[in-house]
């Protein structure tokens, strides 16, 4: 094995490309998830994004990274006005319409008609869902946090209702992505299927590495 060093100094000077490609992937694999709202005016629309990060439990908060909102951003502009939105997983067989949703669509035109998924709603929820998401999450918006060193913006939800395919259902609560093809993402266009290597128990500082392997 050889590593490379790099500094800040190479940073500085890779083409503006390569830097995006290199500190998008090094962080490494990152969940899939499409990004459902809807305008005031009622137009639906989706986003693919791979910043969504859990947030805590008590209560179930989700935080999402936007990139700076010094364009329109649709999904961004819609959570504020409306202040519901949906996150769906993603599965293998439909990683080529996911993809397609980042392109910058017109606020007119539906990504989820320009890109063939279907959206459907629940109950008095106001944010469409990807229907055929085997796992899905409604959210309110609670709080925004400006990140002053590059503009972006922390968006952090409250989910208020989830679904999930009950083939990913442990009985201890863990959802298990990889038992229902969810797939994840490095860098910006790069996707893998997950598959388990292992399960381990709780740590504690008394216990023994040697005995897990």
């Not at 700076?68 to 990683?95: A, C, M």
């Not at 606020?107 to 998924?117: A, I, K, N, Q, T």
């Not at 709603?121 to 409604?138: C, D, I, Q, T």
Request: aromatic letters at 12%.
């Amino acid at each position: 094995m050889v590593l490379r060093y790099f500094n800040s100094g190479d940073f500085t000077n890779w083409e503006q490309n390569y830097r995006r490609n290199f500190f998008n992937s090094i962080g490494g694999f990152k969940s899939l998830n499409l990004i459902g709202t809807r305008s005031v005016e009622g137009a639906a629309n989706l986003g693919l994004f791979f910043s969504v990060a859990h947030i805590g439990s008590t209560p179930p908060l989700v935080g999402v990274i936007f990139r700076p909102h010094t364009v329109p951003r649709h999904t961004l502009e819609n959570i504020y006005d409306t202040g519901f939105y949906t996150i769906n997983s993603v599965q293998k067989n439909y990683i080529e319409q996911a993809h397609q949703a980042s392109a910058k669509y017109p606020e007119s035109m539906s990504e989820f008609h320009e890109v063939g998924l279907r959206e459907s709603y629940h109950a008095n929820f106001l944010a469409p869902y990807v229907e055929s998401s085997r796992v899905k999450m409604g959210l309110k918006f609670v709080e925004k946090h400006d990140i002053l060193a590059n503009g972006t913006v922390l968006v952090v939800g409250e989910v208020v209702e989830c679904w999930v395919d009950g083939d990913a259902m442990s009985s201890d609560g863990f959802v298990d992505h990889a038992e229902v093809g969810n797939v994840a993402v490095n860098g910006l266009d790069t996707y893998y299927s997950a598959s388990e290597i292992k399960k381990m128990p709780y740590a504690r500082p008394k216990d023994d590495v040697k005995k897990f392997s």
